[in-house]
């Protein structure tokens, strides 16, 4: 069995639908039910059929232990662990699960935003490393999911607003991350490495944009407003303050340094990384195609 944390994000949603495809839709051993998704509660409902939800709060994993027996390998998200994430290991080598997959962060060994984000990645990779568990890490760059934040303003009109159009990273697809995270769970990647998972090109924010403008058919452009003014909006739209400090104080750093790019996914996959153009195309509907 293989228990999935932050099951209802972009990359946990698609590594629960790649596990349950194995062996025609039952997992190791054609058991039904060979996927578990943690989830606080409100996810429950959401997840795929076949998965098994195992519900409540990892900040205090105390209560989960039972439901780690019999599982072989562990999915992390250090969001949705947060603070437990070193309880939550114990735990499991104590239940005998033998394998545990990190999804990390470029921020660890590329630096961009304010510190004290990469080092949360940073502390969850030593748990990791620590725990006596086989463990795979996967600094993963910012997502190409992240630009569905601009689909309300692309469905209502033809200029993106934002702050830093010069940033430039190498967005990775989540069909990607997730294609790796499953051979790291199922074993066939070897353990130990720590694997830079990004895109294959590098694109700033007004060339993302003209990218899902093509996937649309439409002429989009990018408008770059102060950053301050970007603040206010995401608080005025009740965000906590941690989203516009994650998002604009890495923007500012990639406005001056472009992210990485690697090969990565391709020498993993043994084929092309997806493009954001690829996925400009597959998303075209949340943005009003
Ligand atoms: N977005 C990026 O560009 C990027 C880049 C590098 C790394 N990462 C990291 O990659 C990991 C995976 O990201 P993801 O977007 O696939 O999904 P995620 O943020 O890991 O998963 C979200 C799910 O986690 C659960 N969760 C449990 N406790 C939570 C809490 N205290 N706060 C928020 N969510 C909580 C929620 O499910 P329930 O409500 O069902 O409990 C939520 O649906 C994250 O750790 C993220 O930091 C992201």
Redesign the pocket.
Known sequence: MYLI?????????RVMDLLLRERGGGGENGEKAAVAA???????DALPDGVRAVVG???HPGWIEPALAGARALQI??????PGLGALLRLAAGQGVRRVVL?????VDHPAGEARFAAQ?RHAEDLVRNSGLDWTVLR????A??ALAWAPQIRSGDVVRGAYGRAATSPVH?DDIAEVAVHALRGTLPPGPVHTLTGPQSLDQAEKVRLIGAALGRDLTFQELPPERIRQGMLAQGLPEEVPDRLLGSLADYARRPGPTTATVADLLGRPARTFADWARAHAPAFGA
Do not use: K, M, Q
Not at 38 to 44: K, Q, S
Not at 103 to 107: D, Q, V
Not at 140 to 143: Q, V
């Open positions: 944390t932050g099951a209802g994000g972009v990359v946990g949603r943690v989830t606080r509660g409100p996810g429950a709060d990892l900040f998200s250090p969001r949705a662990t947060g999804l990390s962060a470029t921020t990645f993963l760059a910012d997502f999911a992240n989540e």
